[in-house]
């Protein structure tokens, strides 16, 4: 039968209500303590064996620059609308060696990876208790990319396999018992032998230091994936890509598609795709990316294959304040940033599929019987493994032609799911049959819309 949606804040309680079904899950309990990887090796589980929406949102530079009235005004506001990730970097990129966070502290002494300062540390700890309080998990980064791989920026290069194991088995110990999930690389990729060793190490130390009791992945730079250089490796537990900035409807389908279809299967997602409020390929004469860029390389990501999605915003992952010098022409001080419209629709995306049993879902073009169309218009389908549901996303409204026969059962229950205001029209009970068109309720930029379909068996 037709199930309607009502919207709940994500506060300490996560809720969704499908007809009288009512999903919640406690993201306060400390049991959340702990991702593992789901059996069919698409998804992330939490220790209950729950599944887990990565809904990550990118701050890099939250220890650095923020204090700690700051910190918790930023993670609760994130916490309100459904964020589980918060993706920020110990060492930061902004000078994060020398320049000192709101207490004076450096993290490390001389710049040794092998003498971290215990002052600063604090004010890390600090963070990411808070972040645990608010049910979120700290997706850290030990390093930018600069600090191995300078190629641009502020460094300087630091790390040797050598140490960067010692400052892994480090960091592993003091946050083994916290909700981390750990991210290598950072907007940097590997280009000899050395850089290889040296995310080695750091996952081997991470690994030694924690006891294997957080998952790992790589964040690399933009246009490229952890896949190709990490995908066979034991510590590597799930592929990150970099979609990034450069242009307009980047096809980060394509990229999930082919993570989707390697082997050994691992889970996969875009973990910096474009930024809502950033300059479309760092020039503003070129325009800016918004809510509705953002939220289609979520939606075509996401029934791609992809077990979460990252949500970014220019001014947020540099903290960018008036006073600060502005990152490729920042504009809008982050507090103001908090509350632009794309970061509370990505809540909305995760309410959609958990709505639905969605690690069910496996990408399915062959759902549509009309074009998938192309550039900015491309539609992309994906239905659960049962026939039970299926979710088919329209960036501009396109009408869609549908095989109704991969849905079970006799008849099928339709509607109109609205990612901008996370709302829902029925459309009404349909028989099966071999096609049917359904046509958006608008039409254009902007006017994206999700077909849901569920079976009435």
């Not at 970097?89 to 966070?101: C, H």
């Not at 992945?217 to 490796?233: C, I, L, M």
């Not at 794309?342 to 496996?362: C, D, H, I, N």
Request: proline fraction near 6%; include cysteine.
């Amino acid at each position: 039968m037709s199930q309607a949606f009502t919207r709940r804040t994500f506060l300490g309680l996560t809720l969704a209500v499908c007809g009288s079904k009512l999903l919640a899950s406690c993201t306060n309990s400390t049991s959340f303590q702990r991702l593992t990887v789901e059996a069919n090796k698409r998804f992330l589980l939490n220790v209950d064996g729950q599944p887990f929406f990565y809904l990550g949102d990118t701050a890099w530079e939250l220890f650095h620059r923020l204090n700690r009235e700051e910190a918790v005004l930023y993670l609760q506001d994130r916490a309100s609308k459904g964020f589980t990730v918060i993706q920020a970097v110990v060492l930061a990129e902004l000078d994060g060696l020398g320049q000192s966070n709101p207490y004076g502290d450096v993290p490390l002494s001389q710049n040794d990876p092998t003498r971290p300062n215990e002052a600063y540390f604090r004010h890390v700890d600090f963070v990411v208790d808070e972040a645990e309080k608010r049910g979120l998990f700290i997706g850290m980064l030990p390093t930018w990319g600069d600090k191995w791989n300078k190629k641009w920026g502020v460094g300087p290069e630091i790390f040797t396999p050598e140490n960067a194991a010692i400052f892994g088995e480090y960091l592993g110990n003091r946050y083994k018992n916290k909700p981390i999930i750990w991210i290598l690389g950072g907007d940097r990729s590997p280009e000899n032998e050395t850089h290889l060793n040296i995310i080695r190490s750091m996952a081997r130390g991470l690994k030694r230091g924690d006891g294997d009791n957080h998952l790992i992945t790589f964040h690399p730079q933009g246009g490229n994936n952890s896949a190709a250089w990490f995908h066979n490796e034991d510590w590597l537990d799930f592929n990150m890509f970099q979609s990034g900035h450069s242009e307009p409807n980047i096809a980060n389908y394509e990229t999930t598609t082919a993570n989707y279809t390697l082997t050994p299967i691992k889970p996969t997602l875009d973990g910096e795709p474009c930024y809502e409020d950033h300059p479309i390929a760092w020039k503003p004469e070129n325009g800016w990316f918004d809510e509705f860029d953002v939220r289609k390389a979520a939606y075509w990501s996401m029934l791609a294959g992809a077990c979460g999605h990252t949500y970014g915003n220019h001014n947020i992952w540099q903290m960018w304040q008036p006073g600060r010098g502005p990152i490729s022409s920042a504009r809008t001080p982050w507090r103001g940033a908090l509350q632009h419209p794309g970061a509370t629709q990505m809540g909305y995306l995760r309410q959609l599929f958990e709505s639905r049993p969605f690690t069910k879902l496996v990408p399915d073009q062959s759902l549509l019987m009309s074009d998938a169309g192309e550039g900015g218009n491309r539609i992309q389908a994906a239905r659960a493994e049962d026939g039970s549901f299926a979710f088919i996303y329209t960036p501009t409204g396109m009408p869609i032609t549908v095989n109704l026969e991969k849905i079970r059962g006799n008849t099928v229950s339709a509607y109109w799911y609205d990612p901008r205001q996370g709302t829902r029209r029925a459309i009404g009970q349909l028989q099966i049959a071999n096609s049917q068109e359904f046509t958006p309720p608008s039409r254009g930029r902007g006017n994206d819309w999700i077909l849901g379909l569920d079976s009435d068996t």
